[in-house]
């Protein structure tokens, strides 16, 4: 199958502080990504879709100005939590979609975030 | 209509055994239903995936199974092993591009 790869897989920072997660498609040209967010034993929650060269769609619930999404490139998606706090603490996971060619929806390793 | 419901929360099988995962989703405009298996740390990987046209596709030791007019589909493991011990999503989605709807997961243990 096709390869997303997410990148830290951990990262620990200060409450208060930004911090920025990519997804990269290695092998094909992503149109469509989403981010999730998982609590332990807890299925995926949708944050947002984004679209290639489009703002993000947030679903509902999810803080805009907290969690920025860009999707520049149709390789590269960049999820950043900004003014972390503790609540913030969780697995972040992105996957991604190529249109036609790629219609599956291939998952990064995910991001486990702890913010202190 | 966006939700897919799994069950059950959590089985244990043995070794050998067939551990069957069923999921049932209400909205009709769904046409692709993968499912996911995933470790502890680690992001969902796909495991298999139907469209509503077939009623059965097999790959390996995973099957699923789907009845469109009961609107349910299952995944059988055939010959569990312990290394199959996971997490399992089914989702369903629209087309390429929209959203997947997960169900709530079914953590797997097979006993050696």
């Known amino acids: 199958g096709a390869v997303v790869s997410q990148h830290p897989s951990r990262v620990i920072c200060k409450s208060g502080t930004s911090v920025k997660i990519e997804c990269r498609s290695l092998?094909?040209?992503?149109?469509?990504m989403f981010w999730y967010r998982q609590f332990p034993k807890q299925s995926l929650m949708l944050m947002a879709t984004s679209n290639e060269g489009s703002k993000a769609t947030y679903e509902q619930g999810v803080e805009k100005d907290k969690f920025l999404i860009n999707h520049a490139s149709l390789t590269l998606s960049t999820l950043t939590v900004t003014s972390a706090h503790p609540e913030d603490s969780s697995f972040y996971i992105c996957s991604a979609e190529g249109g036609a060619l790629v219609t599956e929806a291939f998952f990064g390793q995910g991001t486990r975030l702890t913010v202190v | 209509q966006q939700q897919v419901k799994q069950s059950p929360q959590s089985l244990i099988v043995q070794k050998g055994g067939i551990p069957i995962i069923n999921c049932a989703y209400e909205n009709t405009a769904f046409d692709y239903f993968p499912w996911y298996q995933q470790f502890p740390g680690k992001g969902p990987a796909l495991l298999i995936a139907?469209?509503?046209?077939?009623s059965e596709k097999k790959e390996g030791r995973f099957t699923i199974s789907f009845n469109k007019s009961a609107k349910q589909f299952s995944l059988h493991i055939m010959d569990s092993q312990p290394g199959d011990s996971a997490t399992y999503f089914c989702a369903a989605r629209g087309a390429a591009g929209n959203k997947l709807t997960f169900g709530g997961g079914t953590r797997v243990l097979v006993k050696p």
């Open positions: 092998d094909f040209q992503a149109t469509t």
């Open positions: 139907i469209r509503p046209d077939v």
